[in-house]
T-cell receptor, first 112, second 110 residues
């Protein structure tokens, strides 16, 4: 079952602008992860935020988590053409860290 | 370099045939996974294995089978019972929460 849902489905921005995408989920989680997928390739893990964390940074990425609203956001600052990809959030139930559920993703296009 | 190798990159299946997709990892990870991705959708879990000689069904296991005889290898067989096998198949491994993915096998029906 797909627990996470990303919003928007697609996003087009100019190089240098920021990109924000959101993820909502339905049930309790231990952690939430964000992955990137370039066209025709496998997924690359970007960042993991635990349920007791509210914000996490990694380079140009900033992730927030609001467990009361069951939502997370991923912000990419100062976007580059290489950031063009699909971005997925993934969650697992507290009872089983192995069973990740992925949303349908947000497709980001960065225009030069 | 450590990583996950999936082969072949493209695979074609005739009606009624079983086909096996290969997944090998040299990351020394205990856990391995198989996912299916359909166009414009997220990943759906087919099977996963937490340790050698053990595996569990995911959300869409019907029509698929796996084995985990070696730590490095987790092959997926798409059987003739899988009526809609055309998809992009991704293998992953993990030692902890973050999963590492191969570059996928695209399966099509002739």
């Amino acid at each position: 079952s797909q627990q996470g849902e990303e919003d928007p489905q697609a996003l087009s921005i100019q190089e240098g602008e920021n990109a924000t995408m959101n993820c909502s989920y339905k049930t309790s989680i231990n952690n939430l992860q964000w992955y990137r997928q370039n066209s025709g390739r496998g997924l690359v893990h970007l960042i993991l935020i635990r349920s007791n964390e509210r914000e996490k940074h990694s380079g140009r990425l900033r992730v927030t988590l609001d467990t009361s609203k069951k939502s997370s956001s991923l912000l990419i600052t100062a976007s580059r053409a290489a950031d063009t990809a699909s971005y997925f959030c993934a969650t697992a139930p507290p009872s089983n860290d192995y069973k990740l559920s992925f949303g349908a993703g947000t497709t980001v296009t960065v225009r030069a | 370099d450590g990583g996950i190798t999936q082969s072949p990159k493209y695979l074609f299946r005739k009606e009624g045939q079983n086909v096996t997709l290969s997944c090998e990892q040299n990351l020394n990870h205990d856990a391995m996974y198989w996912y299916r991705q359909d166009p414009g959708q997220g990943l759906r879990l087919i099977y996963y294995s937490q340790i050698v000689n053990d595996f569990q069904k995911g959300d869409i296991a019907e029509g698929y089978s796996v084995s985990r005889e070696k730590k490095e290898s987790f092959p997926l067989t798409v059987t003739s019972a899988q009526k809609n096998p055309t998809a992009f198949y991704l293998c992953a491994s993990s030692q902890g929460a973050a999963q590492h993915f191969g570059d996928g096998t695209r399966l099509s029906i002739l």
